[in-house]
T-cell receptor, first 115, second 113 residues
Framework: NAGVTQTPKFRILKIGQSMTLQCTQDMNHNYMYWYRQDPGMGLKLIYYSVGAGITDKGEVPNGYNVSRSTTEDFPLRLELAAPSQTSVYFC??????????????FGEGSWLTVV | RKEVEQDPGPFNVPEGATVAFNCTYSNSASQSFFWYRQDCRKEPKLLMSVYSSGNEDGRFTAQLNRASQYISLLIRDSKLSDSATYLCVVKPPFRGSYGKLTFGQGTILTVHP
């Protein structure tokens, strides 16, 4: 009953370091997404993927990269971490586009602090 | 004007109270609307979709007013367990929007004994 699994749950990075947030889903969903949520704000889309080998930018892609080599996995890479990337990151997936009847399922979130 | 705007609250209500949240959206062509619930330090979860005719799920009623471009969520007989942040979510109207959902900043609800 895993759904969407993200790791790590918590991480502290130093400015300039790089890291990868891992995301995997076991629901055979075609669509996967990475969102970030800053305190008191709504979620903003970083990158999304409509299937293996296909990725595209969302609203706030700068400073991030993604890949989608398999249907299950959608890692998010932070290069040269900056304090502005301190946030909560949510990976999500859906069978089709996130529309009524096609619920988006979120992972539990990854709390990232850049110091 | 923000694409999706909510009153951040917080709303503090006693158990058993009725509380309503509104949310306005800027794109008049938007077609799909949702309310998500987010518990503290947890992921958002779909509470209910919002249909043009309005819809009800137990103590929760969602309404859509296209003319005024707002959606609402009414919670009757509030429970302590209803305490959470409620996110208004709007999907762009065009095909290929691929989950580019627009989230409001959320309304915080606290239900007290």
């Amino acid at each position: 009953n895993a759904g969407v699994t993200q790791t790590p749950k918590f991480r502290i990075l130093k400015i300039g370091q790089s890291m990868t947030l891992q995301c995997t889903q076991d629901m055979n969903h075609n669509y996967m997404y990475w969102y970030r949520q800053d305190p008191g704000m709504g979620l903003k889309l970083i990158y999304y993927s409509v299937g293996a080998g296909i990725t595209d930018k969302g609203e706030v892609p700068n400073g991030y990269n993604v890949s989608r080599s398999t249907t299950e996995d959608f890692p998010l890479r932070l290069e040269l971490a900056a304090p502005s990337q301190t946030s909560v990151y949510f990976c999500a997936s859906s069978y089709l586009e996130g529309d009524s009847g096609n619920t988006i399922y979120f992972g539990e979130g990854s709390w990232l602090t850049v110091v | 004007r923000k694409e999706v705007e909510q009153d951040p609250g917080p709303f503090n209500v006693p158990e058993g109270a009725t509380v309503a949240f509104n949310c306005t959206y800027s794109n008049s062509a938007s077609q799909s609307f949702f309310w998500y619930r987010q518990d503290c330090r947890k992921e958002p979860k779909l509470l209910m979709s919002v249909y043009s005719s309005g819809n009800e799920d137990g103590r929760f009623t969602a309404q859509l007013n296209r003319a005024s471009q707002y959606i609402s969520l009414l919670i009757r007989d509030s429970k302590l367990s209803d305490s959470a942040t409620y996110l208004c979510v709007v999907k762009p109207p065009f095909r290929g929007s691929y989950g580019k959902l627009t989230f409001g900043q959320g309304t915080i609800l606290t239900v007290h004994p």
